[in-house]
């Protein structure tokens, strides 16, 4: 965001008194709590719900078009016309020199998955698509999984376990708690069901910039971590892998994160406002 409306916005939408007072008392007893830049303004706010939509709405989309014998291309094109036509900007394409429009991610890829004509959709494959939306300047980040024809069981039940430790973590997001909660019930509840937590990939804040502090690990304890303020907007999209928590990138494209035990992995994915009666989803 430029740095002049910035400063409009801050001067005109200042942090409320009463959080600005609990987080210095929190500072005063060392605890973690976010730069004051990164406490969204009602202006930024719905910025980022009209991002939102059109990101809910491509993802919505995609679930109406995806289908076994499509190329992973075949998304990347619709994801290009479906966010043009509803005035946003593919974050993605160009981010750090990553050359498609969203990521693509199939079974035991984790995440970063980059689109290709050659690369095809099979009955029985389980489907991760990441999409970030531009929308005047601000940022909507949100990953949804897909089953394509037949899913086997395991696949299935990785699929909504894994969509069960993203509403877990949801529901530690509350204000003044920490991210460390929000790790802690993800990691407790996978590992109940027999799954590992990959551990060098998480959440982050969003909005004004695609990457924001602070990073919200899906691993974690109680009470531990950077405080989670009213106005801060962060993502939540655990990656649970059915094998061992480890993880490689591809070698030849630089992008792509796999399992290393090439097991398959799962991620969902939401956008949230923490308000100070608990929390919004800002797309999903």
């Known amino acids: 965001m430029d740095k002049k409306i910035w400063q409009e916005i801050d001067e005109k939408e200042p942090i409320p008194e009463n959080i600005l007072q609990r987080m210095e008392e929190l500072r005063s007893h060392k605890a973690e709590v976010i730069e004051d830049k990164y406490i969204k303004r009602p202006t930024q706010i719905e910025g980022i719900r009209r991002a939102g939509v059109v990101n809910t709405g491509l993802l919505d989309h995609i679930g109406e078009v995806i289908h076994d014998g499509m190329s992973t291309q075949e998304i990347d094109d619709i994801v290009d016309a479906y966010t043009k036509e509803h005035g946003g900007i593919c974050a ?39 999409c970030t939306t531009i929308v005047d300047g601000y940022y909507a980040d949100a990953s949804r999984m897909f089953m394509i024809g037949h899913v086997s069981e395991a696949r299935r039940r990785l699929v909504e376990e894994t969509k069960k430790c993203l509403e877990l973590g949801m529901e530690a997001a509350q204000p003044w708690a920490t991210v460390g909660d929000i790790g802690a019930v993800i990691q407790k509840y996978a590992q109940s069901k027999g799954y590992s937590v990959v551990r060098e990939l998480g959440g982050h804040g969003v909005g004004i910039e695609f990457h924001e502090d602070p990073f919200v690990s899906h691993v974690g ?64």
């Open 92 to 130: 993605c394409l160009n981010f750090e020199g990553y050359p498609k429009n969203v990521c693509v991610s199939i079974n035991e890829e984790v995440c970063h998955g980059i689109p290709a004509r050659h690369r095809k959709l099979h009955d029985g494959d389980i489907v991760n698509v990441d």
């Open 221 to 284: 304890r109680k009470n531990t971590g950077m405080v989670l303020v009213p106005g801060m907007v962060l993502t939540i999209e655990p990656m649970i892998n059915i094998g061992k928590p480890g993880v490689v990138i591809d070698p030849y494209n630089d992008w792509t994160i796999y399992t290393e035990d090439g097991k398959d992995s799962a991620q969902w994915e939401h956008t949230i406002l923490i308000t100070e009666t608990g929390n919004e989803i800002l797309t999903h």
